[in-house]
């Protein structure tokens, strides 16, 4: 019976010996040889280009590795001028078979294609065994949607606590009806059901297909040909396994963020440029909302547009009464905007012009020193040091905050050195500016 699919809570898992298998790239025509080798915790899936100089390595959670002008037709993973082609039916596997650590040992510029599904890699996959390793897996999750097209293709994607992928395939074609197929990827066996879909193409593109450099190894056994009566010298293996492939490609190309993402992924007649589009997002995202999930030890990676008060507590050190940020709604590398919400119960009203209740202008500096603080300890480098204050200059208080106000609070890094870092802050109420100032902090552990 085939195992189940992998769920959360899970321990990581990599492979319990060495697979090995050759075949031909579906697009270069080249032959290649694969060996997938068991990896430490942590480490991910990491392609490895054997037969060029120094063996370069492809580590696919780098984020860097997506290239969706390369991305037509197939997916390539690069990094420092390495790349491998053709590698979701792979991921494909590898997340089906629940390995989340795995040095893929490659020949060739292109994986092989074997008979242009998922299927034979299972099998081998599945022969070689698991190892439960002693790190929990990490799972992606989201807190809103997410959304991208191209042309009249689509991939809209909402939190779910499972992975769920849902695709509409139409083409006009009198041979290919539109299809409809949707599979929750939890307990369900994905061997039997997504695995064996195969590639396809149609006839009449075939021949301007391999002018343009694509299919070159390409045969009736590995692609599902699409003529005018039918697919040509092949059966079928279900009767919608054209949207169960894209469902394989889409599941691959997923697998490419380095953790399962729980997810309800929503297609419609999208292909591999398009899923790389979405990585592309959800990368950006992850780099932006990591910090949270990680100094807390946690095994979830947060992905969202926000971070709310537990997670603004995982990063910065102040608690109420002296905590002066309720949510950060934008945050970058270099920016951060957050709201604090004025109320007539902050502490501070009963003892500042209490007849006549006023925010006190160091509060709103302490406030911004707080946004500027998340942008610098959210830096992978400064993972658990702490910011102090070193120098306030060209201070300004523009207009007196009361009771009712909501402060926006802006803050944007300038001058950023190894110890020391300069950040630019404004506070505004309604779109107008209520204070500013630059701020210097120095970094300690």
């Known amino acids: 019976m085939p195992a189940s699919l992998p769920t959360g809570g899970d321990m990581q898992q990599t492979l319990a010996k060495d697979v090995f298998m050759t075949g031909t790239g579906i697009h270069s025509g080249q032959p290649v040889s694969v060996r997938v080798l068991p990896a430490p915790p942590d480490t991910g899936i990491v392609f490895v280009r054997t037969d060029l100089p120094h063996r370069p390595a492809i580590p696919v959670r780098s984020g860097q590795v997506l290239d969706v002008g390369k991305s037509v037709r197939r997916t390539t993973v690069s990094k420092d001028g390495a790349e491998v082609q053709t590698v979701e039916h792979f991921m494909a596997a590898l997340w089906g078979?629940?390995?989340?650590?795995?040095?893929?040992?490659?020949?060739?510029?292109?994986?092989?294609?074997?008979?242009?599904?998922?299927a034979p890699v299972v099998r081998q996959l599945r022969a070689a065994g698991r190892v439960e390793q002693s790190v929990p897996q990490h799972h992606l999750e989201l807190r809103e949607p997410l959304f991208v097209e191209e042309g009249d293709a689509s991939i809209v994607v909402f939190p779910d606590r499972l992975l769920r992928i849902s695709y509409m395939l139409s083409y006009d074609h009198p041979r290919l009806k539109a299809q409809f197929a949707s599979y929750t990827m939890n307990g369900a066996s994905f061997d039997e059901t997504i695995a064996p879909a195969r590639t396809f193409c149609f006839e009449a593109e075939a021949e301007s297909l391999r002018q343009a450099g694509f299919g070159q190894g390409a045969t009736y056994d590995n692609t599902l040909v699409i003529g005018a009566q039918g697919v040509i010298q092949n059966t079928l293996r279900f009767e919608d396994?054209?949207?169960?492939?894209?469902?394989l490609d889409l599941l691959g190309d997923?697998?490419?963020?380095?953790?399962?993402?729980?997810?309800?992924v929503i297609a419609v007649k999208s292909g591999h440029s398009l899923n790389m589009r979405l990585l592309l997002k959800l990368h950006q995202a992850m780099e932006r909302w990591r910090v949270g999930s990680l100094q807390s030890g946690s095994s979830k990676v947060m992905v969202g547009p926000r971070l709310d008060i537990q997670q603004i507590q995982k990063i910065l050190p102040?608690?109420?009464?002296?905590?002066?940020?309720?949510?950060?709604?934008?945050?970058?590398?270099t920016r951060a905007v957050g709201i604090k919400g004025v109320t007539i119960n902050d502490y501070f009203f009963r003892g500042h012009f209490p007849d006549r209740p006023v925010m006190p202008?160091?509060?709103?500096?302490e406030a911004m020193a707080q946004v500027g603080g998340i942008i610098m300890l959210n830096r992978r480098e400064n993972l658990g040091k702490l910011a102090y204050f070193m120098a306030v200059d060209k201070v300004k208080f523009r207009k007196p905050v009361v009771p009712g106000d909501q402060l926006v609070i802006e803050a944007e890094l300038g001058r950023l050195r190894s110890r020391t870092s300069q950040v630019i802050g404004r506070a505004l109420v309604d779109g107008e500016v209520v204070c500013e100032g630059e701020l210097m902090f120095t970094l300690a552990e």
């Not at 629940?98 to 292109?110: H, K, R």
């Not at 396994?241 to 469902?247: L, S, T, V, Y």
């Not at 997923?254 to 309800?264: E, F, I, M, N, V």
């Not at 102040?318 to 590398?333: C, K, N, S």
């Open 97 to 118: 078979t629940g390995i989340d650590n795995a040095y893929i040992e490659v020949s060739g510029i292109e994986l092989p294609g074997l008979d242009g599904s998922a």
């Open 241 to 247: 396994e054209f949207a169960r492939h894209k469902i």
């Open 254 to 264: 997923l697998y490419l963020l380095g953790a399962p993402l729980r997810a309800h």
């Open 318 to 333: 102040h608690r109420y009464p002296f905590l002066l940020v309720d949510r950060i709604i934008e945050l970058t590398d």
């Open 361 to 365: 202008g160091v509060l709103m500096v």
